[in-house]
């Protein structure tokens, strides 16, 4: 009997300090990790509000929507150095060919789209729909364009955004969003007053 809890003792011992180990890495990589996210947020954010004040964003800034049933994600309102209120950066996450498609959109005060920029398309197929991200064309025919209740689609399905080639599903997915984004705007933030 005495025999058989010596082994016991000694896994006990190896787990707590594996479990140790793994604690102080999480603690030390958590932080550097945050500010990558919040980077990448912020350079994001001059993509889709070029006059934004981008040295004025902290973390702070980031309102997170939790909507289980909502693809948007969170959003940013976006100001000037003067601090007025040029716009919002919304975030959404989508299904395009594959799940985990991270898009975030500019709309200005008007409700028109500003700017696409494709934080995440890793899941896309690659050459194909993973060129949202590089494809500048593609991204620049979303600006000015005034989305909400469907209005945007993309030409196969009658409407004016020409999608990226060979990836229609995609092009699909990144046009639902706008609309998506769209209709936060005007349902949620506009209907509120705007944020500060």
């Known amino acids: 009997m005495h025999d058989a809890i ?4 000694a896994l006990l011992i190896i787990a707590a300090i594996a479990a140790a180990i793994l604690g102080y890495v999480n603690y030390i990589t958590a932080a550097p990790i945050k500010q990558a996210d ?13 006059e934004v004040n981008a040295d004025a964003l902290t973390e702070n ?4 929507v939790e909507d289980p049933d909502s693809e948007v994600t969170s959003y940013i309102a976006a100001k000037d150095a003067d601090g007025n209120i040029i716009g919002y950066a919304i975030s959404v996450e989508t299904k395009g060919f594959g799940s985990g498609l991270k898009l975030m ?10 700017g696409l920029s494709a934080i995440d398309c890793s899941n896309e197929t690659p050459g194909l729909g993973a060129n949202v991200k590089t494809d500048a064309n593609f991204c620049k025919q979303f600006i000015g364009m005034e989305g909400g209740d469907g209005k945007i689609k993309v030409d196969k399905d009658g409407g004016e955004i020409h999608s990226l080639t060979g990836a ?3 092009s699909r997915a990144v046009s639902n969003a706008a609309n998506t984004a769209a209709d936060f705007y005007f349902k949620n933030i506009l209907k509120e007053g705007g944020a500060n």
Do not use: Q
Not at 6 to 9: D, H
Not at 61 to 64: H, P, R, S, W
């Open 6 to 9: 010596k082994p016991g003792i």
């Open 38 to 50: 919040l980077n990448t947020t912020i350079e994001s954010v001059k993509v889709v509000l070029p």
């Open 61 to 64: 800034d980031i309102v997170n």
């Open 105 to 114: 959109y500019g709309i200005d005060t008007e409700g028109k789209i500003t």
């Open 168 to 170: 229609t599903i995609t």
